[in-house]
T-cell receptor, first 116, second 112 residues
Framework: DAGVIQSPRHEVTEMGQEVTLRCKPI?????LFWYRQTMMRGLELLIY????????DSGMPEDRFSAKMPNASFSTLKIQPSEPRDSAVYFC??????????????FGEGSRLTVL | GNSVTQMEGPVTLSEEAFLTINCTYT??????LFWYVQYPGEGLQLLLK?????DKGSNKGFEATYRKETTSFHLEKGSVQVSDSAVYFC???????????FGKGTKLTVNP
């Protein structure tokens, strides 16, 4: 069975450009998470969705960041305009919620973003 | 708020050495505790977990015991292999939430 699929794996862009990261969760999973990983701050939860609805976006750093989940099999994280400090690895993860088993997230391989 | 503190790395060991990576947590109530592993170039994957005090999680020769009295969940392995080289993350969830709070990670390198 396919895991969580993220694209692109690597993105290099210039400051000010729009960046869109994509995620396809595991089929049947109903919760999706976006994390950001940096050396300085470690893993930070940006936002998570349950049944396509944003539940907690308190980790979204600022208005330049936005996330959508138009259906159960697709989500995007957009940065507009991008800045060098946004350089990081962005992970998407999914889980089947409501089973009583918490915390066992399935992660994608990440999208490494470099903003010059 | 909830938080996780891990020992700072990097940790470098020789093959067959004993491994301990310390993890302590701050949380109200009774969190569930996890260790995740990230191999080079990959996403995180669950290594083991424990959901209540005195539970021991184990997998692939790794173990960790949920110690409520010391608010700890230290990761141990008796004999590490080169293939165990990775970054290890301690994490918690609480109150039935799916939100994982991670420690900063500890990089382990095992040399032949």
């Amino acid at each position: 069975d396919a895991g969580v699929i993220q694209s692109p794996r690597h993105e290099v862009t210039e400051m000010g450009q729009e960046v869109t990261l994509r995620c396809k969760p595991i089929s049947g999973h109903n919760s999706l998470f976006w994390y950001r990983q940096t050396m300085m701050r470690g893993l930070e939860l940006l936002i998570y969705f349950n049944n396509n609805v944003p539940i907690d976006d308190s980790g979204m750093p600022e208005d330049r960041f936005s996330a959508k989940m138009p259906n159960a099999s697709f989500s995007t994280l957009k940065i507009q305009p991008s800045e060098p400090r946004d350089s990081a690895v962005y992970f998407c993860a999914s889980i089947l919620s409501g089973t009583g088993v918490t915390g066992e997230l399935f992660f994608g391989e990440g999208s490494r973003l470099t903003v010059l | 708020g909830n938080s996780v503190t891990q020992m700072e790395g990097p940790v470098t060991l020789s093959e067959e050495a004993f491994l301990t990576i310390n993890c302590t947590y701050t949380a109200t109530g009774y969190p569930s505790l996890f260790w995740y592993v990230q191999y080079p170039g990959e996403g995180l994957q669950l290594l083991l977990k424990a959901t209540k005090a005195d539970d021991k999680g184990s997998n692939k020769g790794f173990e960790a015991t949920y110690r409520k009295e010391t608010t700890s969940f230290h990761l141990e392995k008796g004999s590490v292999q080169v293939s165990d080289s990775a970054v290890y993350f301690c994490a918690l969830t609480q109150g039935g939430s799916e939100k994982l709070v991670f420690g900063k990670g500890t990089k382990l390198t095992v040399n032949p």
